[in-house]
């Protein structure tokens, strides 16, 4: 049951214009050089070198960036500036601004809730997800979102990933790169990729007949990290591309301070999650 709802929500998400899940990403800080992959070997341990890919993922307190987003769909293709601001382990919001900088959608996601102001329609939601995880067959959470937007491993289901999770992974390399593979407790199938430079290269999940592939590229140095400044994110059913977004990113801030407002204004009424989607949509 969680599994088909999940399929259902998935299929709204991308139809609304792949602008309130696919839309979640940022990055590091002003100045940046490029970093080209040296398809180098990989000459450690699966432990080790497990543990190096941990080490080399991106830290943060704070982040905010400018984005460009490029949503293409089965039957619609959406563009928009995007606003993100994001503290660690806490939440993130969004800002999509279409229109010249003009804020037309807020989403708000935190450890525990939902929240989207619709202004075209004066509208607002304000859901706690276990409602929602209740219904979905896939164990994923903030801290799992918080990963996947900022190129990292993660266990589905946890807060927390460290070098003793190693043998909770299947590893898999061919000299150059390796694969680390995860099944939750409802058999859905996570797989991560790295390269022989210990930078993660793809997360794919699969659950039931469906797929999301979400791709790094255009890595640079930021700061004493590094970090991958266009992220694409692919969802498939029975090998057939239901949708695809594109993020690139621009004017990324790592650790400085920001400030985060959710007021709904006066006169907005509350609408469900489904309500919410299918006026995003038109």
Known sequence: ????????MTSS??????CIVFACLLVGCKSSTAITSSNAAIMKSN???FTAVLDRSFHFDTFSARLHLDFNGMQQEFSSRVQLKMIRDDRLQLSIQPFLGVEVVRVELSNDSIKIIDRMNKRFLAENYQRLK????????????????TNQLFVPGENRIASNHFRRFRITNNSNQAEFQFRDIHESSFTFTADGDEK????????E???LSWQYSQFQAIDDQIFPMKMTARLSSADQTQGTVTLAFSTPERNHPISMDFTVPAGYNRVTLEQMLHSIGK
């Not at 993660?200 to 659950?207: D, G, H, R």
């Open 209 to 211: 007949q469906q797929m």
């Open 47 to 49: 432990e080790a070198f």
């Open 1 to 8: 049951m969680m599994m088909r709802t999940l399929r259902k």
């Open 13 to 18: 998400l991308w139809k609304a214009g792949g």
């Open 134 to 149: 209740s219904e979905m067959a896939v164990d994923f959470n903030f801290q799992n979102l918080q990963a996947l937007l």
């Open 200 to 207: 993660l290269l793809s997360t794919k999940i699969e659950f």
